[in-house]
T-cell receptor, first 112, second 112 residues
């Protein structure tokens, strides 16, 4: 995950918004993904954005992409205790589209 | 509609042994990718299978090999196990090589 960077930990209060950030290095990225991993489980696809888009909204989730700065963010509105998990961003590059490159993951802790 | 399934869920082996992990893709998916997730890290791409052939490979030694069957299910084989092979092994399937990947629950391998 050396090419995709994420902060390791975020703590928020229930009902607040959470913003998880990710930076990537390859300008040829085609799709960028957000996955959620709960303890002892596999990865659940949350949402994704194509590289020619700036924003995508899906219910409580908003993805923002700044292609110039190679910065991706995931905003979770009205964060709930069930949102506590590890969140991974991943990129797919045009040169190697079958391979996802993941960040280290951001642990989101939601306090009641 | 069953999602991606993997077996076994847990496995304990000793150094030098060989292991086979299995994956059944989501219905309608013909491409299977394998990832290794060490504790506290993001998943690392091992390889991808499509039309029963390895199409892409990450930076893993030849001890890691795989197979895809005509029904699209797949196996991951690891020979001469090392302590460092202890990890969660994730299988992901997609309806094509470049399409969005959906992950299974993983197989947790412990090498003693």
């Amino acid at each position: 995950g050396e090419d995709v960077e994420q902060s390791l930990f975020l703590s928020v209060r229930e009902g607040d918004s959470s913003v998880i950030n990710c930076t990537y290095t390859d300008s040829s990225s085609t799709y960028l993904y957000w996955y959620k991993q709960e303890p002892g489980a596999g990865l659940q696809l949350l949402t994704y954005i194509f590289s020619n888009m700036d924003m995508k909204q899906d219910q409580r989730l908003t993805v923002l992409l700044n292609k110039k700065d190679k910065h991706l963010s995931l905003r979770i509105a009205d964060t709930q205790t069930g949102d506590s998990a590890i969140y991974f961003c991943a990129e797919s590059r045009s040169s190697n589209t079958g391979k996802l490159i993941f960040g280290q993951g951001t642990t989101l802790q939601v306090k009641p | 509609d069953a999602g991606v399934t993997q077996s076994p869920t847990h496995l304990i082996k000793t150094r030098g042994q060989q292991v086979t992990l299995r994956c059944s893709p989501k219905s309608g998916h013909d491409t299977v990718s394998w990832y290794q997730q060490a504790l506290g890290q993001g998943p690392q791409f091992i390889f991808q299978y499509y039309e029963e052939e390895e199409r892409q490979r990450g930076n893993f030694p030849d001890r890691f090999s795989g197979h895809q069957f005509p029904n699209y299910s797949s196996e991951l084989n690891v020979n001469a196990l090392l302590l460092g092979d202890s990890a969660l092994y994730l299988c992901a399937s997609s309806p094509g090589q470049q399409e969005t990947q959906y992950f299974g629950p993983g197989t947790r391998l412990l090498v003693l």
